[in-house]
C-alpha cells in the first residue's frame, strides 16, 4: 500500500494527504476543480538522451513522499489514476497515451497533476492540454537548469531534451524557463530559445534582492496567458539538495526563501491547471531527499488552491 501515513483520526482536522486519496479508474467520476494523478513511470526519453535511467520507478517514490502531509486545504481531494508504462521502447506512444488522459481530465474540469519520469512528460503533458484547450494559449513555465529545446535526432527520436522544440514545431511558443545554466546550455540552445521566443531567467538571478524584477517578468508572461502548466525539472535544484536525478547540477539552485516566492507567486494563479514534477532517480536518491523534495513542492499546489 502506497498511500499511507500517520493517522490521527477521522475528523477532518486531523487529514493528512493520504486519506484524501482515491484509487481510481473510471474518469467520469472526476468532477470540477479535482486534483486528477497520472504516474509517468517512463525514462525511454532519458535513456535516449544519455542520461542516468532509473526515473521510471519515480511515481511511486513520490506517492509515498507526499502521502503524510497534513491536509490544509477543506475542499482538497486527489484521483489517482495509477501509472502509465512505456513498452517495446515506444515513447511516442506512451506520450500520447498519457495526452489522452490529461485532455480527458481537463475537459471536466479537473486539474492535472503528473509524477514523472523523465522530463520528455513535458511535450506529453503539453500535448494533452492542447487537446482539451485548442484555441487557448497555453502557458509553459519550466524549472528547470536546460532548455529542453534540441532538435530531434532522426535516428533517435524524441527524447527527454526535445520537449520544448517539439512544441515550438506546433506553432506560436509561449514558454518561461527558469533558474538556466549556462554551464548546461550550449550557445545553439540558447540561439534556438531566441529563435522561437523563450522567454528564460537564469539561476544566477534567483536571488531575494531581484524578486521585484523576476515578478514583473513572471506577471506579465502569465497575463498574455490563457492557460498555465508548471513543470519542474528535479535537475534544476543544487545537487547536495537533489542528488537522485538523471543529470547532477553541482552548482543549481536551492529551493531558498527567494526561489519560494517566486514559485508561489505561480501557484497563486487560478490559470494553472497543469503541474508535474520529473527527473527524479530514485536509483541515486540517497534517503529519497529528491524525491521529498519533489513532493513537497507538488503539495505547495494542493495548499494554495483553496
Not at 477532518?12 to 481510481?24: A, C, D, G, I, N
Not at 534567483?206 to 498574455?224: A, G, Q, S, V
Not at 497543469?274 to 519533489?294: F, H, K, S, W
Amino acid at each position: 500500500m502506497i498511500w499511507q501515513g500517520r493517522f490521527d483520526g477521522e475528523e477532518p482536522l486531523f487529514h493528512r494527504v493520504f486519506q484524501r486519496v482515491s484509487l481510481e479508474e473510471n474518469y467520469k467520476v472526476i468532477k470540477e476543480n479535482d486534483f486528477v494523478l497520472h504516474g509517468f513511470a517512463v525514462d525511454e526519453g532519458v535513456k535516449r538522451n544519455k542520461g542516468r535511467i532509473g526515473a521510471k520507478d519515480a511515481p511511486d517514490v513520490i506517492r509515498k513522499n507526499i502521502s503524510n502531509f497534513p491536509v490544509v486545504n477543506p475542499e482538497f481531494n486527489l484521483k489517482d489514476f495509477g501509472n502509465i508504462h512505456c513498452y517495446d521502447d515506444n515513447l511516442e506512444n506512451t506520450q500520447n497515451e498519457l495526452a489522452e488522459k490529461v485532455k480527458i481530465v481537463l475537459q471536466k474540469g479537473g486539474k492535472s497533476v503528473v509524477f514523472g519520469g523523465g522530463h520528455e512528460v513535458t511535450f506529453a503533458h503539453y500535448s494533452g492540454i492542447k487537446k482539451a484547450f485548442p484555441t487557448q494559449k497555453i502557458g509553459v513555465i519550466n524549472i528547470d537548469a536546460h532548455f529542453d529545446n534540441r532538435e530531434i535526432d532522426p535516428e533517435i527520436g524524441a527524447s527527454s531534451g526535445t520537449g520544448f522544440w517539439q512544441i515550438a514545431q506546433e506553432g506560436d511558443i509561449h514558454s518561461l524557463h527558469i533558474g538556466i545554466q549556462r554551464n548546461s546550455n550550449t550557445l545553439k540552445l540558447f540561439d534556438t530559445a531566441h529563435q522561437y521566443g523563450m522567454k528564460y531567467i537564469l539561476a544566477d538571478e534567483l536571488f531575494f534582492e531581484n524578486l521585484p524584477n523576476l515578478y514583473l517578468k513572471l506577471d506579465e508572461f502569465i497575463k498574455k496567458s490563457d492557460v498555465l502548466y508548471l513543470t519542474i525539472c528535479m535537475d534544476v535544484f543544487n545537487a547536495s539538495v537533489a542528488p537522485g536525478v538523471s543529470a547532477l547540477a553541482y552548482n543549481g539552485i536551492f529551493a531558498d526563501v527567494a526561489f519560494m516566492h517566486l514559485f508561489k507567486n505561480i501557484l497563486k494563479s487560478k490559470k494553472l491547471l497543469a503541474m508535474d514534477a520529473a527527473e527524479v532517480n530514485p536509483t541515486y536518491d540517497g534517503n529519497e531527499i529528491t524525491a521529498r523534495l519533489a513532493a513537497s513542492l507538488i503539495n505547495e499546489w494542493f495548499m494554495h488552491t483553496v
